[in-house]
């Protein structure tokens, strides 16, 4: 089974209280592909420029994530982002956008991705992740992801994307952004019914609330000392959560999707532990199933 994403690859220049970091490969299709190529196929659909570190290109092709669908522009510049952040590591500052190749992108997916069963709308422009969907032929599962700037930017799209997707994954500050409601309760229903079957709101290192039409579950996040750069965790969480489902290849049940959501939070946690894709590029199968076997045990009562 495989799983195409579309989403940013991108540099970002990164603070944290912990150190300073500039042009770091980064980007949500890259997060969530190199998360959730540990359970199953990924190909991946972005735009960079000629000045994308090839190393980089190397890396998400040693995690066998299929590149046909990356375009790189000549003489064109990647995707740029800058935030911070401060103590509280929930909330990222943006300094800057810099969408360069990403303003003109018009994709085309290859012919042997349209057949693609699962879909993961990784944070981009809603037109994009619309233009996509639209290419591709009958998926068993659409997820998608979005952020502020989209909310506030480009609302119309988004609520006709949600209309057409299963799963809408958003963190909590753009759940109250995008509903106007402060209880995250009536924000995650509220969404749910602008179309979504589910809706998942993350809630940085306090975890994750699943709504569903006839259910709901509240998961924590697995305990980190030291989360040392937060960027890419809600990525690498969609990464493990998708990609979970995607490696179950059937009509998933609300236990499935709980589940799912454990490795999800699993993987995240992993990637806060350092800059950029650093910890997971170290990340082994046997990490990763001792620690979902540890996020049992710390949130089980008998
Ligand atoms: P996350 O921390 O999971 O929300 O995602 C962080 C990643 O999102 C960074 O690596 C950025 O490159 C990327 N990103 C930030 N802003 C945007 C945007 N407007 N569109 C697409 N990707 C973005």
């Not at 740029?80 to 500052?93: F, H, I, Q």
């Not at 506030?152 to 963190?171: A, C, E, G």
Request: charged fraction near 25%; glycine fraction near 8%; aromatic fraction near 10%.
């Amino acid at each position: 089974m495989s799983i195409l994403v579309i989403g940013s690859v991108a540099l970002d220049t990164i603070e944290t209280p912990f150190g300073k970091r500039k042009d770091i490969l980064g980007g949500s299709a890259t997060y969530f592909s190199y998360s959730a190529s540990f359970f199953t196929g990924v190909n991946l659909v972005a735009v960079i420029g000629d000045d994308f570190p090839k190393k980089h290109i190397g890396l998400l092709k040693s995690r066998g994530i299929n590149l046909d669908g990356l375009k790189v522009i000549k003489n064109g510049k990647t995707f740029r982002w800058s935030g911070s952040y401060k103590y509280d590591m929930n909330e990222a500052t943006t300094h800057s956008t810099d969408l360069n190749v990403f303003e003109t992108f018009n994709p085309q997916i290859p012919e042997r991705y349209k057949n693609s069963e699962y879909v993961l709308l990784a944070n981009i422009d809603p037109d994009l992740q619309l233009n996509v969907l639209s290419q591709v032929k009958k998926p068993k599962l659409i997820a998608a992801d979005s952020m502020n700037l989209w909310i506030n930017t480009k609302k119309p799209s988004l609520m006709k994307l949600l209309k057409k997707i299963d799963i809408f994954i958003i963190n909590e500050g753009e759940a109250r952004l995008f509903t106007k409601q402060p209880s995250l309760i009536k924000a995650g229903r509220m969404i749910l019914g602008y179309g979504p079957k589910h809706v998942v709101v993350k809630k940085g290192e306090h975890g994750c609330l699943l709504f569903s039409k006839n259910g709901f579950f509240s998961a924590p996040a697995y305990p980190i000392e030291d989360i040392f750069d937060p960027t890419g965790a809600g990525d690498t969480f969609a990464g493990g959560f998708i990609g979970y489902l995607a490696k179950l290849n059937k009509t998933h049940t609300e236990h499935d999707l709980r589940k799912a959501i454990v490795y999800g939070s699993v993987m995240a946690s992993f990637n806060v532990e350092s800059f950029s894709l650093e910890r997971l590029k170290k990340l082994t199968d046997k990490e990763i199933q001792a620690r979902y076997k540890q996020f049992k045990e710390f949130t089980h009562i008998k």
